[in-house]
């Protein structure tokens, strides 16, 4: 095995009833990378992100954070990783500072330290001048900014962003995506993303997989996708890709099938 | 601790903030002291059962608990709606830490309210008969607070939307209110009547409440009542801290 995995998740699948939202999925995520979910809406990426974060049960299969289970060993794996939601999970009624100081004080960051960090990261994304004012007065983007803030007072090893640009204009897309490339390359924090951007991803992610109908289709670089798929852009590959052209390597025959049937009902 | 503390203090800053919902939430028990007090008071004194006012004053007051802790309680409905639940459920704490934390400070928030109706109801004329027992009461008003926070706590932790919230309203809490004992004294009721008030935790809150605050009003008995509240207490907790472990998001 990748004795350099941070992430490893193996024959991954999350039912719900009878839907399959997440199909027997594996991949490692390297110590250090920015690794890329891209998939369109209802892939399974959101689904995928709260098994690795103790918020679901998986169905079957194995998964190892920092070396931990999230099904026994909660508390280690919760330690290990930030994460900034999909939507927002601030507390209105609270100003900046002490939705910051709450985190700290969950994740127990010793006082002393957690001022400082919280000034540092509220320099960081541009908050401090703010930092008394009620978040209920805030713009999206301003959230989004103060969530990463929270998700980095700790320290992580790992940090799980889902869609986080959703929403917000490009200025502050750009700037929250060097902060984190930043973030990556000094601190050394391994990247989870997920997005239906593929510029995003193209632009961002060492390593990108595509993500579809609870399927991994494909992982690799950006290069390695469009080499695989024999497209010039990241998008007609994503599109190559989820128009099931390529099957994952790990698929069965009948997943063939089943892709294959899949993908001639839609040309129909 | 320090998972208990904070979250215990984000219940009180949410509270004091509010200015409205302070206010807002005091109208309705000034309506029945006023109303009620004063409305059926007369007639009340005329049947031989002495000054009304003494014995509503604390229904009342239980009931302003009783309300203010199951809204506080049932908070998580809220915090689920707008995503702070995820924040607090994805930290590296146990979960009945946390639910000891919402709890404790809906409690404390619970047993602020009460004491603002108490303050209201000196001013209407009521008057507490013993000073040693007040201590008393203030430590049963936050026992009942802290029942029926773990209450709301437990059902909240069960319920994904506003949808089932006016259901437990009618279906729980109003009843919980109106069959207490709160309006009326709990001898010489009908069978049925009886029984209900006597398997209703918060009647024995009312009960143990009247008999601290007005000499010689209990009904069922400081002992019985305490011992009541107690267990009741300790299952809400458990039944909360059970529910809101098992919460996904």
Redesign the interface.
């Known amino acids: 095995m990748n004795t350099n995995a941070i992430i490893t998740v193996k024959n991954l699948t999350k039912k719900f009833d009878d839907f399959v939202a997440v199909d027997t999925i594996s991949f490692d995520v390297n110590q250090g990378e920015i690794f890329a979910f891209l998939g369109p809406n209802g892939a399974g990426k959101t689904t995928t992100i709260?098994i690795l974060?103790?918020?679901?049960?998986p169905t079957s299969g194995t998964v190892r954070i920092n070396g931990f289970d999230p099904e026994h060993q909660?508390?280690?794996v919760?330690?290990s990783?930030g994460?900034v939601?999909q939507?927002?999970?601030?507390?209105?009624?609270?100003t900046a500072w002490?939705n910051l100081?709450?985190?700290g004080?969950?994740?127990?960051v010793p006082k002393q330290l957690r001022r400082e960090r919280m000034k540092q990261l509220l320099e960081i994304v541009g908050l401090m001048d703010r930092k008394d004012d009620f978040v209920k007065k805030f713009s999206g983007g301003m959230r989004r900014r103060l969530e990463i803030a929270?998700g980095l007072l700790h320290h992580p090893k790992i940090l799980f962003l889902d869609e986080p640009t959703i929403g917000l204009d490009p200025q502050t897309r750009n700037h929250l995506w060097s902060y984190v490339e930043d973030l990556n390359k000094k601190e050394g924090i391994t990247v989870f993303l997920t997005t239906h951007y593929m510029e995003e991803a193209n632009k961002v992610a060492d390593r990108i997989a595509v993500i579809d109908h609870g399927h991994i289709v494909a992982v690799g670089s950006s290069a390695e996708l469009l080499e695989q798929t024999r497209t010039q852009t990241l998008e007609d590959a994503f599109l190559a890709l989820t128009g099931n052209t390529i099957r994952d390597e790990a698929a069965t025959s009948v997943d063939q099938l089943r892709v294959f049937a899949r993908g001639w009902q839609k040309r129909r | 601790m320090?998972?208990i503390?904070?979250?215990w203090l984000?219940q009180l800053?949410?509270y004091v903030?509010?200015r409205s919902r302070i206010i807002g939430s005091l109208g309705q028990p000034l309506l029945f002291l006023v109303a009620l007090g004063f409305g059926l008071g007369p007639i009340y004194e005329k049947a031989g059962g002495g000054n009304y006012l003494q014995f509503l004053t604390p229904g009342v007051i239980s009931m302003g608990v009783l309300f203010t802790a199951m809204f506080s309680g049932m908070e998580i409905i809220w915090?689920r709606q707008?995503?702070?639940?995820?924040?607090?459920?994805?930290?590296?704490?146990?979960r009945w830490h946390i639910m000891l934390g919402r709890t404790v400070g809906g409690a404390t928030v619970a047993t602020a309210q009460g004491l603002i109706i108490f303050a209201m109801a000196l001013i209407a004329g009521f008057r507490p008969e013993s000073v040693v027992m007040l201590p008393f009461a203030l430590g049963i008003i936050f026992l009942v607070a802290l029942l029926f926070t773990a209450l709301g706590t437990a059902v909240a932790s069960v319920l994904q939307d506003f949808q089932g919230f006016q259901l437990i309203m009618n279906l729980l809490v109003m009843p919980l209110f109106f069959l207490s004992g709160a309006f009326f004294p709990l001898g010489d009721l009908p069978f049925v009547m009886a029984a209900i008030t006597r398997i209703n935790p918060l009647s024995y809150g009312v009960d143990a409440l009247r008999g601290t605050l007005v000499m010689n009003s209990s009904h069922f008995g400081l002992g019985l009542d305490l011992s009541v509240l107690s267990i009741a207490m300790v299952l809400c907790l458990l039944l909360g801290t059970y529910l809101f472990s098992r919460i996904?998001?």
Request: net charge neutral; glycine share 6%; proline share 5%.
């Open positions: 709260k974060t103790t918020l679901l049960h909660k508390g280690d919760r330690k990783f994460i939601f939507d927002p999970s601030l507390d209105d009624e609270l002490e100081e709450l985190h004080v969950l994740y127990a929270r | 320090g998972t503390y904070i979250l984000r800053k949410r903030r509010s915090d707008f995503g702070f639940l995820k924040e607090t459920l994805v930290a590296p704490v146990p996904e998001a």
